[in-house]
Nanobody
Framework: QVQVVESGGGLVQPGGSLRLSCAAS????????VGWYRQAPGKQRDLVAT???????NYADFVKGRFTISRDNAENMVYLQMNGLNPEDTAVYYCHLAPLFWGQGTQVTVSS
C-alpha cells in the first residue's frame, strides 16, 4: 500500500527557516507529481508548491522566492525548504502524491 509521511515541522521564529520532508513508499515514486499543500485553522487547504516527475516546479505566489521544492527519486523523498517564514505561514503542511495519496500532515508554527 502507498504510504506518505511528512516530517520536519515545528515552531520557528519569524524570519526563520524549516525544511519539510515527505517520504513515500509503495509507489513508483519517480513517475508521480508531488505537491505540498497547507491548511490553516478555519481555512481551506491551499496549494503551496508542486514538482513534476521531470523536476519542473510551480509555486503559489505567496511563497515565491521564499520556498523551494525538490525531490530525490533515488530516496523516494520530496523536500520543501522554507525560508523567511512569517506568522501567516502557520499551518498544517501536507504532502500529496498525484492523484490520490495524502500524508497526515506536519504542523508548522511561526511565532515569536
Amino acid at each position: 500500500q502507498v504510504q506518505v509521511v511528512e516530517s520536519g515541522g515545528g515552531l520557528v521564529q519569524p524570519g526563520g527557516s524549516l525544511r519539510l520532508s515527505c517520504a513515500a513508499s509503495g509507489i513508483i515514486f519517480s513517475i508521480v507529481a508531488v505537491g505540498w499543500y497547507r491548511q490553516a485553522p478555519g481555512k481551506q487547504r491551499d496549494l503551496v508548491a508542486t514538482i513534476t516527475s521531470g523536476g519542473c516546479t510551480n509555486y503559489a505566489d505567496f511563497v515565491k522566492g521564499r520556498f523551494t521544492i525538490s525531490r530525490d527519486n533515488a530516496e523516494n523523498m520530496v523536500y520543501l525548504q522554507m525560508n523567511g517564514l512569517n506568522p501567516e505561514d502557520t499551518a498544517v503542511y501536507y504532502c500529496h502524491l498525484a492523484p490520490l495519496f495524502w500524508g497526515q500532515g506536519t504542523q508548522v508554527t511561526v511565532s515569536s
